[in-house]
């Protein structure tokens, strides 16, 4: 099982940025898809976007040119750096793996994700 914790979440003002970590233990994180979700009160929980193991990084339209994937193999730790942030931004933000495919990643569905973080609030203000 991935143990998964999130960390970095807070709040800004519309146009900030910041910085989401997600630490991963219990499994060999180079082979494992890693992704990140947000949930806003009242909708349903949608993708952020993933990388795989070699770096391959996918995302949603609405994050496209302002939130960016990244992680560090020899820490075991994903990020997600979110710039321009907009309030329609404002959510719990969940980082999520996949171990079962060798690291490489296919959806941005929540139900292929098989181990979550307790997550992170983000609340961007106008």
């Known amino acids: 099982q991935v143990r998964l914790v999130e960390s970095g979440g807070g709040s800004v003002q519309a146009g900030g940025s910041l910085r989401l970590s997600c630490a991963a233990s219990?499994?060999?994180?180079?082979?494992?898809?890693m992704a990140w979700f947000r949930q806003a009160p009242g909708k349903e929980r949608e993708g952020v976007g993933f990388i795989d193991r070699d770096g391959m990084t996918n995302y949603a339209d609405s994050v496209k040119g302002r939130f960016t994937i990244s992680q560090d193999n020899a820490k075991n730790t994903l990020y997600l750096q979110m710039n321009s942030l907009k309030p329609e931004d404002t959510a719990m933000y969940y980082c999520a793996a996949d171990p079962r495919r060798g690291g490489y990643c296919y959806s941005l569905r929540p139900i292929e994700y098989t181990s979550w973080g307790q997550g992170t609030q983000v609340t961007v203000s106008s």
């Open positions: 219990g499994y060999t994180y180079s082979r494992i898809c």
